[in-house]
């Protein structure tokens, strides 16, 4: 996400007075990620159920398997043979799912260039049909990769504890919990939601 539009989000979010607080306790740390859709959604699935440490080795792994300096295409990872994903650590359920992803990618299920007139729910749909993609993953995609503003992944652990941090909530809260929470945030969630996997990483207020 581009500067203006963090400094947008922070003249919004600093009109609520539990926002306000947590933004002076926390600066905003931006990490590169791939911008380009395939390398994006075949680095999420890599790195789904796995620590960071550990998928970053495997992800490295796979990509050293092509030679050149970009990111495969999906024709080059479709030819790759099962002993090669294995070589680089991907089981053998995380080799289905990419090369489902670079078949929807090969065969226009899933065009890239249509993400820009497209809601986050219409793109949300687009990638669900993904074997291996679900609303989360979509939502990092949404987030990371295309940098829309006002995403409010429910799903997310963190976020949920996030919310019960910066609320002073006994139990973690459900989607339409956030959701009514959140409202006055918008459209610039996703900056928020920033926040609150740093208020997350605070630890557990019930401790």
């Given at each position: 996400?581009?500067?203006?539009?963090?400094?947008?989000?922070?003249?919004?979010?600093?009109?609520?007075?539990?926002?306000?607080?947590?933004?002076?306790?926390?600066?905003?740390?931006?990490?590169?990620?791939p911008?380009?859709?395939?390398?994006?959604?075949?680095?999420a699935?890599?790195?789904?159920?796995?620590?960071?440490?550990?998928?970053?080795?495997?992800?490295k792994?796979?990509?050293?398997?092509?030679?050149?300096?970009?990111?495969?295409?999906?024709?080059?990872?479709?030819?790759?043979?099962?002993?090669?994903?294995?070589?680089a650590?991907?089981?053998?359920?995380?080799?289905?799912y990419?090369?489902?992803?670079?078949?929807?990618?090969?065969?226009?299920?899933?065009?890239?260039?249509?993400f820009?007139?497209?809601?986050?729910?219409?793109i949300r749909?687009?990638?669900?049909?993904?074997?291996?993609?679900?609303?989360?993953?979509?939502?990092?995609?949404?987030?990371?990769?295309?940098?829309?503003?006002?995403?409010?992944?429910t799903?997310?652990?963190?976020?949920?504890?996030?919310?019960q941090?910066?609320?002073?909530?006994r139990t973690?809260?459900?989607?339409?919990?956030?959701?009514?929470?959140?409202?006055?945030?918008?459209?610039?969630?996703?900056?928020?939601?920033?926040?609150?996997?740093?208020?997350?990483?605070?630890?557990?207020?019930?401790?």
């Open positions: 996400m581009k500067k203006p539009a963090i400094d947008a989000a922070h003249k919004h979010l600093r009109k609520d007075v539990r926002m306000r607080a947590l933004m002076k306790r926390h600066t905003l740390e931006t990490t590169e990620r911008r380009e859709a395939f390398h994006a959604l075949t680095r699935i890599v790195y789904q159920q796995l620590s960071g440490k550990a998928a970053g080795t495997i992800f792994r796979f990509t050293e398997l092509f030679p050149g300096k970009k990111f495969p295409s999906p024709e080059q990872v479709l030819k790759l043979k099962d002993t090669r994903f294995r070589s650590g991907i089981s053998t359920q995380k080799m289905g990419i090369r489902d992803l670079a078949k929807r990618f090969q065969d226009g299920t899933i065009v890239p260039k249509k820009p007139k497209m809601t986050d729910e219409e749909e687009h990638l669900l049909v993904v074997k291996g993609i679900g609303r989360w993953t979509a939502d990092m995609f949404l987030m990371f990769t295309l940098h829309r503003p006002d995403v409010l992944p799903g997310d652990l963190g976020i949920q504890k996030g919310f941090k910066v609320f002073a909530l973690l809260p459900d989607s339409i919990k956030m959701e009514k929470l959140a409202k006055d945030w918008a459209p610039h969630r996703t900056v928020a939601c920033l926040y609150l996997w740093r208020a997350a990483d605070e630890g557990n207020p019930n401790r």
